[in-house]
């Protein structure tokens, strides 16, 4: 079966294969490949040893969002967060949830945040610390402009947080071209096709070290975290890892090493051309015209027709080979599809022939979104 989802992602059988192993965590070898593979995350988000670490979390991307913003937004501190969509939402629920103050910068759902505009926002309220931003926004499938962003967070003297956590692996990412950031954070299982379960923040060690104790929180603590590291080593986590997770990301990042960063957003961009030409030679639409459109997910707007439920579609999927997410993120109905993963041409091509033949299956000829939905859009 193949996960046409944005994460977690297909995975090549060479990543599957190295959870089959049990492992002592505490042991000083593994410890070694551990310290190896923090190394790893570091070089590829152009980290400067010294200057930045990586960090190991246990669980998903809100686990390190939620690190991120408590260890660096002191409580009461104010953040501002261009909602670009569901995952900059989240990002500004677990701030509040946390008794961190959320400033909201609306941005439009077929927009990229304007850098102009966030600097407005922070020349307009001193007090606001923080700009917390999503590089790539999964439930739009739009990529935002986090260094130019960044750049007028700068040049007010305030600091960022990046949530590369759909972007990681694929979109180009240089912590060190970026000194405003305290931290960017992101998972193992979407670009860098691993396995889900851990989590990753690339820190200013400096800046990091001098939030301690501001998370009110011992396991979402970074400043812990980055304490431990530099007090019993870098081949340690705090509290038990997913070992066999940290094993297939090595593995994974073995296929990044040889496929290379460039090379895999280009085989995600064709994936995504694949599928966005695909689907309207089918009669459909795609949410987002092509120029804005991102490399990671494709929203499809939902064919107007009687018989179209977005369940009935993934089930008329499940049989071709093909799972898509049951939900969708958009402010009108549609569907989506992952562009990312171990997945290429062929199974992109498949994929589109599985769409149609589904559509078929379930009597759906008129495949337009309505108008009232296309003017929404
Ligand atoms: C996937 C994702 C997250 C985190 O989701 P989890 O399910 O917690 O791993 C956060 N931000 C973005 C942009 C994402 O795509």
């Known amino acids: 079966m193949i996960l046409l989802i944005p994460g977690p992602v297909t995975t090549h059988p060479e990543v599957k294969a190295a959870l089959l192993q049990d492992i002592a965590p505490w042991d000083n070898d593994w410890g070694h490949r551990l310290a190896v593979v ?70 439009g759902p077929k ?125 340690s986590f705090r509290f038990t890892p997913p070992a066999q997770v940290v094993e297939a990301l090595a593995a994974a990042l073995d296929r990044l090493d040889s496929e290379s960063r460039p090379a895999r957003l280009a085989r995600y961009e064709a994936n995504m051309r694949t599928l966005y030409h695909g689907v309207q030679r089918h009669g459909l639409t795609p949410c987002l015209p092509e120029a804005i459109q991102g490399p990671i997910v494709l929203n499809v707007h939902a064919p107007e027709h009687a018989n179209w439920t977005l369940q009935g579609f993934v089930d008329a999927l499940k049989p071709e080979g093909f799972v898509i997410s049951n939900f969708h993120n958009t402010p009108w109905p549609s569907f989506r599809l992952g562009c990312i993963g171990a997945i290429g041409k062929s199974e992109m091509e498949q994929a589109v022939t599985a769409i149609g033949r589904a559509l078929d299956r379930m009597g759906i000829v008129q495949r337009q979104a309505g108008t009232a939905q296309r003017q929404a859009a």
């Open 38 to 107: 923090r190394q790893r995350l570091l070089a590829l988000a152009g980290g400067v040893s010294g200057r930045h670490a990586a960090l190991l979390l246990q669980g998903c991307g809100h686990f390190a969002a939620e690190a991120a913003v408590r260890t660096f937004v002191p409580r009461g501190g104010k953040v501002l967060v261009p909602i670009t969509g569901n995952y900059a939402e989240r990002f500004a629920r677990l701030a509040h949830e946390a008794g961190r103050t959320v400033v909201r910068l609306s941005v």
């Open 111 to 235: 927009e990229r945040a304007s850098p102009a505009a966030v600097a407005r926002a922070l020349a307009a309220d001193p007090t606001i610390g923080h700009v917390a931003m999503v590089y790539s926004e999964t439930s739009s499938g739009i990529v935002h402009d986090i260094a130019a962003i960044g750049r007028e967070a700068a040049a007010l003297g305030r600091r960022t947080l990046v949530d590369a956590v759909s972007a990681f692996g694929a979109l180009p990412l240089d912590i060190a071209a970026m000194p405003e950031a305290d931290a960017v954070f992101f998972t193992s299982n979407k670009c860098l096709e691993g396995m889900p379960g851990l989590s990753a923040i690339v820190v200013d060690t400096a800046r990091t070290a001098a939030c301690a104790a501001q998370a009110e929180s011992w396991s979402l603590d970074l400043a812990d975290i980055l304490r431990h590291g530099q007090t019993s080593g870098w081949g």
